[in-house]
């Protein structure tokens, strides 16, 4: 369905703008996440027969990061005028 | 400890969620809830995903595949930290549309098919049935630990028996709490109070284990670092699909499955829960993974060899002695057994109610339903099903009975929820998905599903015979359940995975794109896809010949009488009539209909109303209406603000019109005061001298100087008449031009000469550059000499300089021949520069009987009619006219000027 009418601006002021652009990092963050759980895959070559702490700690700091930054993001995220739409 | 203390703590515990659950429903009865809805509590009961699986069955999964359990925390970690991009969108439906299960959002996204919801709810009670059976089995292989680890144990309870009394126990609490009424929306703040306090207990429980094995057992962190890195733990197998795969799985999980659904979307009630639980929830799942691979790397070490690595968190404390936190972990692992399987069944009940046991009562006993009150149908069928799942769970139990590795069934019957995924997807973000290609995708993943995965996991012989296991389905090879279509050496999970994922997503792609929607489907599609444009709403009913009355009686067996009076009363004030009975218009049935969804789904209120308003289906027709609506408004609005900017322009144009009309009348009322004012004054004298003549006796001297003046004021009338009439043949644009080749400095020369009659006292310096004037103009020399003639004169009639000057010069530009005229006098001031091409205008009266004031307005029509201009030219030290002709004026050009 066609977006509504000639209304929605091509250009806007800065805190709208700065909205968009974090409601753009919310969209990428869990591909970034998906990214560096996957990285170990490719870095390693499984040949090592017992589980190594560092892999535990990569983990856990990739997975704390992400929490950490979502939690960041989300006070902005929150919908506060609706009549703002849904932009994307 | 003894085994009774267990027991009664348990009992506690239990009667502690009981008060809870009881205190919590009687505050949101009142409406008081507080902060009851905070995002914490919404955050906690989403811990649900936390099951006894993932309390006990972590850690053997840690100790038996290395980080692989991770998977299962990560996959939702990701759905959540991206909230916005699908989460979002999910919940908002939920609220919107009022969903009370995920059967019934893929119900009412495609078209309201109640088929699709039995569908949905089978797959659903299937894939949760060994779930909750392997919640029974924690519980009691937790309660058997703890009876082989007392020394009087002889007197240890019956594995069933304990299984059995669980079993009742939960069903009693969750028709206590999840069927007390029949809700607009299938919300249950009890029930959601006393998980969310679960959530608390498991989290504490496992992270005091935790804190124990670390800082108790091990000499801290770098201690427990060394540890991991020496113990026998397997490695982390570097399985690309297996780690892929089941991140994906869980991912998936977290949103497909029923209990999770229920919690996530049926009881949101804003959006800012979810905002919090982006993050809240990853970090709850956080840490209670934290401590896994600690626990199970001690476990390993201490315990001996052999004992069951799903019960390290229990085990271990008991081993060392340690019999309070063993009791808290079993609390812990009692929670989230026990929540899971409270929100699970409450779910399956709900889809089971909504989509299988009212429809067909309805069916089967249209008459008889007509006048009874059918919530106590629906709570009944609640109660019923919540039973029924439970002891299909104990079934299972007792059937599968053996010991079975926690982490197998788990993962068999996430894939069995995520087959919704592919449906529920493409409902959410493709229009074009429908209903058939919904329907074959479900089947299809849920057979496969079946057949690759559900059956092999009761092992070979079972449910499927040894010759299908090795030959395949009907001896074809090609059909065996762990190597479909000849793929072999896949891991059976991952096997199934892809092939039922694949052909499932296949099928909804092309079922879709081959067959046609119907219109509730294609009204719903639009309105489930841009739910956040607000531009669709959902399916609408005509005005149909419903009749009030029956509506209400319809609306007070599902709703209750109280509830359908009050929503009926409002409805009606809100059309302006006193009563109870409002016209059934559109918005009231959309109202009414979304009202009765939250209580029984959107397939089964659709069809009940249907029923009622004589119309079971939307016709193409009533889809055109809704989509040329909006589109309408649309373009309404576009011709309206069109003939707004239009209506503006004119009125800019009149406003300018006006203005012109009235500047013209004062300036036509001026003109006529002016013109009767200097024919007046020569035709005075002209008068009173004619009438000392009649008298006689005069000497004839002044006869003669009497006939003299009268004779001048006749010529000077004559004069301006002729003036008048020249200027109006030249405003006309009337004009006869005598077009001809004449030299510029001959018509100056001409000029000048007939000029000097004007003041002839004065002696004039002329400037001129006789080699600029050398130039053949191709226009009308008379005229073009009369303007000359009168800018000379007015100089020097007017310029006030000592001695005089005055300087033509000459240039050509472009096909343009400049001329002007520059005198050293005082010049005109600048605010009355624009009113000296005028009529009339003379801007001192000292040498009136110079003229009328007409020259320079008929020089400037003069001007006009050749195609040039004549304007004052300002800044030249003293009064400067500039003229511009054209070098070679055209017939054709003079055509169009008049034209």
């Known amino acids: 369905m066609a977006k509504a009418g000639p209304k929605r601006p091509l250009f806007l002021a800065r805190a709208s703008y700065r909205r968009r652009r974090l409601r753009d990092a919310a969209r990428l963050l869990p591909i970034v996440g998906l990214g560096l759980l996957l990285l170990p895959l490719f870095l390693l070559t499984g040949t090592r027969d017992h589980l190594a702490a560092r892999d535990v700690i990569y983990l856990f700091c990739v997975w704390l990061g992400m929490i950490v930054i979502a939690a960041i993001f989300a006070p902005g995220l929150r919908n506060r005028d609706a009549r703002e739409g849904d932009e994307d | ?899």
């Open chain 2, 1 to 899: 400890m003894t085994f009774n203390l267990l027991v009664t703590a348990c009992l506690l515990y239990v009667i502690a969620l009981f008060a809870v659950a009881f205190v919590v429903e009687r505050r949101a009865r009142m409406g008081r809830l507080g902060w009851l809805r905070s995002p914490l509590v919404y955050t906690l009961s989403l811990s649900i995903y936390c099951t006894a699986w993932t309390f006990y069955g972590a850690v053997g999964y840690a100790a038996r595949s290395g980080l692989e359990f991770l998977t299962i925390y990560l996959g939702p970690t990701l759905v959540f930290i991206g909230w916005w991009l699908f989460l979002r969108k999910l919940v908002r439906i939920g609220r919107q549309y009022r969903v009370t299960s995920i059967a019934d959002l893929i119900s009412s996204r495609f078209g309201k098919s109640n088929s699709l919801g039995v569908i949905v709810t089978v797959i659903a009670v299937v894939a949760a049935t060994p779930y909750i059976a392997l919640q029974l089995q924690s519980v009691v292989l937790s309660f058997g630990i703890f009876a082989t680890a007392i020394p009087e144990g002889a007197a240890g309870p019956d594995a069933g028996r304990t299984a059995l009394w669980v079993a009742v126990g939960l069903a009693l609490f969750t028709i206590l709490f999840g069927t007390r009424n029949l809700d607009a929306r299938e919300q249950h703040h009890g029930i959601v109070t006393a998980i969310a306090v679960e959530a608390v207990v498991k989290l504490v429980a496992l992270l005091s284990v935790g804190c124990f094995v670390v800082w108790g057992i091990a000499g801290g962190l770098s201690d427990i670092v060394a540890r991991i890195d020496a113990s026998a733990l397997p490695a982390w197998q570097v399985e690309p699909g297996r780690w892929t795969g089941l991140l994906f799985l869980a991912a998936a999980a977290v949103v497909t499955l029923p209990r999770m659904f229920q919690v996530m979307v049926v009881e949101n009630d804003d959006e800012d829960q979810l905002v919090r639980a982006s993050w809240a929830f990853p970090a709850y799942l956080f840490l209670m993974s934290l401590f896994i691979v600690p626990i199970a790397v001690v476990g390993l070490e201490r315990l001996p060899v052999g004992s069951n690595p799903d019960m390290f968190v229990l085990t271990l404390p008991l081993a060392e002695g340690q019999g309070a936190l063993a009791m808290l972990a079993f609390l812990g692992g009692f929670s989230s057994a026990t929540s899971m399987v409270i929100v699970e069944s409450l779910a399956l009940a709900t889809m089971i109610s909504n989509h299988v046991v009212i429809p067909l009562w309805l069916r089967l006993r249209p008459r008889a339903a007509a006048g009874e009150d059918l919530r106590g149908v629906v709570l009944s069928a609640r109660r019923v099903a919540i039973g029924a799942v439970l002891a299909l769970g104990y079934g299972y139990y007792q059937l599968s009975g053996g010991y079975v590795a926690l982490a197998s069934i788990g993962l068999i019957a996430f894939l069995g929820a995520a087959q919704v995924l592919p449906a529920l997807l493409a409902g959410l973000f493709w229009r074009g998905a429908n209903r058939t290609g919904a329907m074959l995708g479900l089947i299809t993943g849920f057979a496969i599903w079946c057949f690759t995965s559900f059956l092999p996991s009761f092992g070979p012989g079972a449910a499927l015979s040894e010759a299908v296991f090795a030959q395949g389905l009907f001896g074809l090879g090609w059909l065996r359940p762990q190597s479909l279509f000849g793929v072999e050496g896949m891991d059976p999970l991952l096997h199934a995975m892809f092939w039922s994922l694949l052909l499932n997503t296949g099928m909804v792609c092309a079922g879709s794109l081959v067959t046609f929607p119907g219109p509730v489907e294609r009204l719903q599609g639009a309105a489930f896809v841009n739910v956040f444009d607000g531009e669709v709403g959902p399916q609408r009913w005509a005005r149909g010949q419903a009749e009030p009355e029956a509506l209400l009686t319809m609306a007070q067996r599902i709703l209750g009488e109280d509830a359908a009076l009050a929503l009926f009363q409002a409805a009606a004030r809100g059309q302006g009539r006193d009563g109870f009975l409002p016209d059934p218009t559109p918005g009231f049935l959309g109202t009414l209909e979304a009202r009765l969804a939250g209580s029984v789904g959107a397939a089964t209120a659709h069809a009940m109303l249907s029923q009622l308003v004589g119309r079971a289906t939307v016709t193409v027709d009533d889809l055109m209406a809704v989509a040329s609506e909006s589109a309408q408004i649309l373009e309404y609005s576009a011709q309206l603000e069109a003939r707004e900017a239009e209506l503006t322009r004119t009125a800019g144009a009149l406003r300018e019109a006006n203005a012109k009309l009235t500047q013209l009348s004062v300036q036509k009322d001026a003109f006529l005061s002016q013109i009767s004012h200097e024919l007046r004054t020569p035709m005075a004298s002209v008068s009173a001298f004619s009438e000392i003549l009649t008298e006689g006796d005069l000497p004839p001297a002044k006869v003669t100087r009497f006939g003299q003046i009268i004779h001048d004021e006749a010529r000077r009338l004559t004069r301006l008449l002729d003036d008048l009439l020249d200027l109006s043949v030249l405003e006309n644009g009337s004009v006869q031009l005598n077009l001809r080749l004449a030299n510029l400095q001959g018509m100056l020369d001409t000029a000048l000469t007939a000029a000097q009659h004007t003041r002839p006292e004065r002696s004039f310096l002329i400037q001129r550059d006789l080699a600029y004037e050398a130039i053949h103009l191709r226009t009308d020399a008379d005229r073009l000499t009369q303007v000359f003639i009168n800018l000379i004169s007015n100089a020097r009639k007017y310029c006030d300089a000592a001695t005089p000057e005055l300087r033509i010069a000459v240039r050509q530009r472009a096909g343009r021949v400049m001329i002007d005229f520059i005198d050293n006098g005082r010049g005109i001031p600048k605010e009355s520069q624009s009113l000296i091409f005028e009529k009339f205008a003379r801007l001192t009266d000292a040498n009136r009987a110079g003229g009328a004031g007409l020259g320079l307005a008929i020089c400037r029509e003069i001007m006009t009619n050749l195609g040039g201009s004549v304007a004052y030219l300002p800044g030249k030290g003293g009064t400067a006219f500039r003229l511009t002709v054209p070098l070679r004026l055209e017939e054709r050009g003079i055509a169009a000027r008049s034209g």
